[in-house]
């Protein structure tokens, strides 16, 4: 993977992962993060993105249509920008000496040119790389 799809692939991911670190705890009052990244179907779909973009250094958005074409699903996995509610880590994942948190958060709304379009709130999931680990 080119060093400049590796901070593309990671500011999207930081973007959310922001959001949620300064996101307190939540409440029926707490209002939506804005943010722009990964976001996938399920929890199984996250791990394989992690897995391809490690394994064969795709760049992020040929990473996301293999994971849809695997999934015959178009937005199985998807990069947008949208407002979210943080829900909370669901899974770690180590993978090629490196860890993940995969993250559930409740998207409220997509973002666009004419501004966020709420939607009904639905469950997806993100990844974020939390450390190096030992070679």
Same mark, same amino acid.
């Given at each position: 993977?080119?060093i400049?799809?590796t901070?593309?692939?990671?500011w ?6 922001v959001?949620w670190?300064t +996101? ?5 009052e707490?209002e939506p993060t804005v +943010? ?13 993105f ?9 760049n992020p958005v040929t990473?996301v249509?293999?994971i849809?074409?695997e999934?015959?699903? @178009?937005?199985a ?6 407002t979210?509610l943080?829900?909370?880590v ?9 860890a993940y948190?995969?993250? $559930?958060?409740t ?5 666009g040119?004419?501004?966020v379009?709420p939607? @009904? @709130? ?6 974020v790389?939390i450390e190096?680990?030992? $070679?």
């Open positions: 993977m080119t400049a799809r901070l593309f692939l990671w999207c991911v930081f973007v959310f992962w959001g670190q +996101g307190t705890a939540l409440s029926a707490q +943010g722009h990244g990964l976001l996938c179907d399920t929890i199984p779909q996250v791990e394989r992690v897995e391809l973009s490690q394994e064969m250094g795709a990473t249509a293999t849809n074409q999934e015959e699903n @178009p937005t996995c998807a990069f947008a920008a949208v979210f943080p829900i909370g669901v899974k770690h994942i180590n993978y090629d000496h490196k948190l995969v993250i $559930a958060v998207v409220t709304g997509f973002a040119p004419q501004g379009q939607t @009904p @709130p639905m469950e997806q999931f993100t990844v790389q190096e680990m030992g $070679a």
